[in-house]
């Protein structure tokens, strides 16, 4: 079973930055993407990025963090989301997770979630 690990998160006032970043504790095939996710207190789950490599190099972002934030990953499989400009709508607990997208970048099945990270933002 692999194990994703987050760190990064924090509170910050509204304008500020972060970076979240997610170690896997073993190589995640290619054929897998890779995505982050985060669920506010009383709201759903909600997708907030997701990143493939196969069989080209792809993201996705929700329409509400476009243009602030990004998405990648090095080489040694670790997932980031740089986060600028935050909102107080972007409080919530933070979720790296691994799964199954199609080529247009369609979330469709999960494989593995990590145990996540809190974002408080302050106005």
């Known amino acids: 079973q692999v194990q994703l690990v987050e760190s990064g998160g924090g509170s910050v006032p509204a304008g500020g930055s972060l970076r979240l970043s997610c170690v896997p504790s073993?190589?995640?095939?290619?054929?897998?993407?890779m995505g982050w996710f985060r669920q506010a207190p009383g709201k759903e789950r909600e997708e907030v990025a997701n990143?493939?490599?196969?069989?080209?190099?792809?993201t996705d972002y929700a329409d509400s963090v476009k243009g602030r934030f990004t998405i990648s990953k090095d080489n040694e499989n670790t997932l980031y989301l740089q986060m600028d400009n935050l909102k107080p709508e972007d409080t919530a607990m933070y979720y790296c997770?691994?799964?199954?997208?199609?080529?247009?970048?369609?979330?469709?099945?999960?494989?593995?979630w990590g145990q996540g990270t809190q974002v408080t933002v302050s106005s």
């Open positions: 990143l493939d490599t196969d069989p080209r190099p792809r």
């Open positions: 073993e190589y995640i095939d290619s054929k897998y993407c």
């Open positions: 997770a691994v799964g199954i997208c199609s080529m247009a970048g369609t979330w469709f099945r999960d494989k593995y």
